[in-house]
């Protein structure tokens, strides 16, 4: 029953903008921390952004601090990001966790970042 749905991903130039946006069923979405993670071919998972329960608090890493902007709708069950001046560097599969660990993970959507 539980559910992520990630969407918004897509071929952009370099220095263009996306927004993704995770949309949550299943669990009680506004009692989770969120997060966006990544994966690009032969690395490792990172986590990119975490917002906590109630929107108020977010960190970001390094190498997307100042281009990304994560954000929640607990009204809408939905989590975004907000990811401008692409660099082909954050080509990716994206992925939405909730909680720890995270404890549930959405399918991912492909972020292509080229000329």
């Known amino acids: 029953q539980v559910q992520l749905v990630e969407s918004g991903g897509g071929l952009v130039q370099p220095g263009g903008s996306l927004r993704l946006s995770c949309a949550a069923s299943g669990f009680a979405f506004s009692s989770y921390a969120m997060g966006w993670y990544r994966q690009a071919p032969g690395k490792e998972r990172e986590l990119v952004a975490r917002i906590t329960s109630a929107g108020g608090g977010t960190y970001y890493s390094d190498s997307v601090k100042g281009r990304f902007t994560i954000s929640r709708d607990n009204a809408k069950n939905t989590v975004y990001l907000q990811m401008n001046s692409l660099k082909p560097e954050d080509t990716a599969v994206y992925f939405c966790?909730?909680?720890?660990?995270?404890?549930?993970w959405g399918q991912g959507t492909q972020v292509t970042v080229s000329s």
């Open positions: 966790g909730a909680g720890r660990g995270p404890s549930y």
